[in-house]
């Protein structure tokens, strides 16, 4: 028997919380035919034209492998462009194509939408308390977390 019941443990439910927000963005989607880490990518990628991989994954909060594979496969679509940096040719730029544009224009609107949810079911202050505690979290476990 354990001295901590689930439903005493924070990580538990933001855990929860963390799968029913990937599950409805995951669900919605579907119809532009991306996955949630394919969106995050284009998404960051919008925001961070020329970004590297190795950063990208940072940003996405994936690792390196994963995101070589999200790319790869953004790239087979004609979502993406990669080309080699000027100054450091082993460091491939990552852009959005037209298409890709499209594809997260379409993508962006309806994740919009969970997000648009989401928030409603909280007033402007809670928003803001939400916010500041889930940053409080993060700072907490990054710094317990071994070396």
Not at 76 to 102: F, M, Q
Request: one cysteine or more; a neutral charge; glycine letters at 6%.
């Amino acid at each position: 028997m354990t001295s901590m019941p689930a439903a005493e443990r924070l990580g538990f439910h933001v855990k929860r919380a963390e799968q029913a927000l990937q599950a409805a963005k995951h669900a919605t989607l579907k119809p532009a035919g991306v996955t949630v880490p394919q969106y995050a990518a284009l998404l960051s990628l919008d925001e961070n034209p020329g970004i590297s991989a190795a950063a990208l994954a940072r940003v996405c909060g994936v690792t390196p492998p994963t995101m070589n594979t999200v790319l790869k496969n953004l790239q087979e679509r004609g979502l993406i462009e990669r080309t080699p940096h000027e100054w450091h040719r082993n460091v491939l730029e990552t852009r959005l194509t037209g298409a890709g544009a499209a594809v997260l224009a379409e993508a962006d609107a309806a994740a919009i939408r969970v997000e648009r949810a989401l928030a409603g079911e909280f007033t402007e202050a809670e928003r803001a308390a939400l916010t500041e505690m889930l940053g409080r979290c993060a700072a907490v476990l990054d710094g317990v977390r071994p070396e």
